[in-house]
């Protein structure tokens, strides 16, 4: 007889709690049916011994074994120099975090504790992406990258399962986030139409952007990264180049846009880049310049925030686990004017970065492992960051999960795929 075992994959896990305050590790027993509970995942007990005497028929079945990473996984990151806190996006548990700026030590192997945790059902948080925050009203807001499609906004001391002070519908596949104090807008790069739209800060419910940014002259193309410039009044967007052709809504769905070259502006790879437009852009706007080419070493960036004091960009480059540094004024195929990356700064897969001027300190949020690292502003080459914010214990293996949708066995290689 051959083996077979069903492979599921988990989209949203729930929260386990310790006392009153949500806590980010995972509690199977919480999650399981009751009767079930001690079987659950290979759990040893009488459940579990009944899982192994159980045949084939449907009903209860505990899972066999399982793949999950029980802590969160760090995507995009803020920080309020003025609070004292950042603030950390978190895809796999879909949570937010608030830490205290100051957390973590370079040599600290120990799990650095949130100040407070917005996670559970009532959150609305899913496959959550950008964050940003206004210090001033201490607000913080976040936004779903996939399935619910929505913005959200808190208070800062908001805690656990808090619901939002409002919740905004935007376009499928929003990631970037930004916003702009002096405007009172936010910004949101939207991947898979390429655009960027712009809300007033209150926006709720199905409320329209004020204006969007979005067309064949854009240069817009699988955006990510967004960020405002208040002092040179500008809006900025990391493209990865996976331009899927634009789209419009033809009442019963949406289909290729119309061109005036070959009748539909079709898909293709194009090298990523920086954007830089007008902060009141409207339309197919064109770029008022674009950091684009080999020199400029852009792979798979993601987050982005300006240094506006010292003229510069902090861009997470995903692709070779780096940051770049560009000058605001740069452009074409331009090599950047510093680059933190190497085995010594403990960047894994970076998902976002945030510069704090006040403090001189340019932080990152990474991916591929479980932590969050702080570098001196002028840093520069494989250097040791200066603080590390860890969720999970120094060498606590991540299984790199994103956004699970899918997964297929390899018999001939007895692997399983899992697309994220």
Not at 130 to 138: F, W
Not at 287 to 306: K, V
Request: hydrophobic fraction near 40%.
């Amino acid at each position: 007889m051959i083996p077979m075992t069903l492979c599921v994959s988990m989209g949203i896990l729930g929260a386990a709690s310790i006392g009153s305050r949500p806590y980010y590790s995972l509690d199977f027993g919480a999650l399981a049916p009751a009767g079930w509970r001690n079987g659950l995942l290979g759990f040893p007990g009488e459940a579990g011994a009944a899982f192994d005497a159980q045949q084939p028929g449907g009903g209860d079945i505990a899972a066999a074994r399982y793949i999950v990473d029980p802590h969160p996984t760090f995507n995009g990151i803020a920080v309020d120099s003025e609070n004292n806190v950042v603030v950390m996006s978190d895809t796999n548990r879909k949570s937010v975090l608030l830490y205290d700026r100051t957390s973590g030590a370079s040599k600290s192997a120990e799990v650095s504790p949130p100040l407070r945790q917005i996670i559970g059902p009532e959150t609305n948080i899913g496959f959550v992406a950008g964050t940003a925050l206004d210090a001033q009203r201490r607000e913080l807001f976040a936004v779903n990258n996939d399935i619910e499609d929505t913005l959200m906004a808190w208070s800062y001391t908001a805690e656990g399962n808090a619901r939002p002070m409002r919740i905004l519908a935007v376009p499928h596949q929003a990631w970037g986030l930004a916003f702009s104090a002096s405007r009172n807008e936010l910004a949101v790069s939207v991947e898979v139409q390429n655009a960027v739209v712009i809300y007033r800060r209150e926006a709720s419910g199905l409320e329209a952007p004020l204006r969007a940014i979005h067309g064949p002259h854009t240069g817009l193309a699988d955006p990510h990264g967004v960020y405002w410039d208040g002092v040179r009044n500008e809006i900025a967007v990391a493209n990865h180049g996976n331009f899927r052709g634009l789209v419009k809504n033809a009442g019963g769905g949406c289909v290729l846009a119309p061109s005036a070259d070959d009748g539909a502006e079709k898909g293709e790879f194009q090298p990523p880049s920086i954007g830089f437009y007008s902060a009141a852009a409207d339309g197919d706007a064109k770029p008022l310049r674009t950091i684009q080419g080999p020199r400029t070493q852009l792979d798979w960036p993601m987050g982005m925030d300006p240094d506006p004091v010292h003229q510069e960009i902090a861009v997470a480059n995903n692709g070779d686990n780096s940051i770049l540094i560009f000058r605001q004024t740069q452009s074409g195929d331009a090599a950047p004017t510093r680059i933190i990356r190497g085995s010594r700064t403990g960047i894994n897969r970076p998902m976002g970065v945030a510069v704090d001027t006040k403090n001189g300190e340019i932080w990152v949020a990474n991916f591929g492992d479980h932590t969050a690292v702080a570098f001196d502003r002028t840093a520069n080459g494989d250097v040791a960051p200066k603080r590390i914010i860890r969720n999970a214990p120094a060498g606590a293996s991540s299984t790199g999960f994103g956004n699970p949708m899918a997964v297929a066995y390899d018999s001939r290689r007895e692997e399983i795929l899992v697309p994220n």
